[in-house]
């Protein structure tokens, strides 16, 4: 029996890739969208969910195992990015990005686990980023939300495993997606205490997403884990240099590694 498969944020970018790919592999899949009927094109379908949005997610949920009769491998996908100097960034804006971070993928968890527990069997993919695991200049709300995200899998994990559930986080790096576009950018202010340094950082972060690597990579890696039949707690997918700054982080001085970071950001 094909698995059946749910993609947050499966109409583009990251999602959209690891849906086109399990769907060739033979996989049940479902996406989500905040408004599915903008991509007719899709080669799986999509269903209406805003994961911040609790009535949302139980009509989604509900509405896929209606249809499948099931519901295999949940891939908490559905992010949005957040740059600008803490002390600008409005409090709407930091709590609008945790609720779709880490709230949103928490509730939609919730949502599925009593079907999954019915089963008794089912993985839990969450998608978060090697940004999660270290303070960054000017993303430290993005990296504290999916910081976050990457430590509450690690308490679920151990909450679900009598009921044959599995979970695990995939952090990527860099790769090329619409993220930068869809982000919410504190503004260069011109009389910011901030400017120049925060100015120079956006610039070499959206270049960064620009060069990144193909989506299709991480639809391997997680096609890899779906494959696996016990997946271990934390994936790291991208270059080289953005996987081992994390080991880096902790072999090396609190000094020494935020020197290296400030060098990175020419701060």
Excluded: W
């Excluded at 969208?33 to 080669?43: E, H």
């Excluded at 600008?84 to 949502?111: D, H, L, Q, S, Y």
């Excluded at 000017?138 to 994990?157: M, P, Q, V």
């Excluded at 503004?187 to 270049?207: C, F, H, Q, R």
């Amino acid at each position: 029996m094909s698995k059946v498969v749910l993609i947050t944020g499966g109409s583009s970018g990251i999602g959209k890739s690891i849906g086109e790919f399990l769907s060739k592999k033979g996989f049940h899949v479902y996406g989500t969208s905040r408004n599915p009927k903008k991509y007719v094109d899709s080669l799986f379908p999509l269903v209406a969910l805003d994961v911040t949005d609790v009535n949302a997610i139980n009509n989604c949920i509900s509405q896929v195992i209606t249809k499948a009769g099931r519901l295999d491998v949940l891939i908490n996908n559905a992010g949005a990015g957040i740059t600008g100097p803490i002390e600008e960034i409005p409090e709407t804006e930091i709590k609008r990005n945790f609720e779709t971070n880490f709230f949103g993928p928490i509730n939609v968890i919730k949502a599925v686990l009593p079907q999954m527990r019915e089963q008794n069997s089912g993985l839990i993919i969450n998608v978060t980023s090697i940004a999660g695991y270290m303070g960054l200049p000017y993303r430290g709300i993005y990296s504290a939300s999916k910081g976050a995200l990457e430590l509450i899998t690690e308490a679920f994990r151990m909450e679900i495993k009598d009921f044959n559930i599995k979970m695990t986080n995939v952090a990527p790096g860099d790769f090329v997606t619409n993220i930068a576009a869809g982000r919410y950018h504190a503004p260069v202010l011109e009389n910011s205490a901030y400017k120049e340094p925060y100015g120079n950082t956006l610039k070499l972060m959206d270049a960064h997403v620009d060069s990144g690597k193909d989506p299709n990579i991480m639809a391997k890696v997680i096609y890899k884990i779906i494959e696996t039949k016990n997946p271990k707690g934390h994936y790291k997918v991208g270059e080289f240099m953005q996987k081992f700054s994390i080991v880096l982080k902790r072999i090396l001085p609190d000094r020494v590694y935020e020197k290296m970071l400030m060098n990175h950001y020419k701060l």
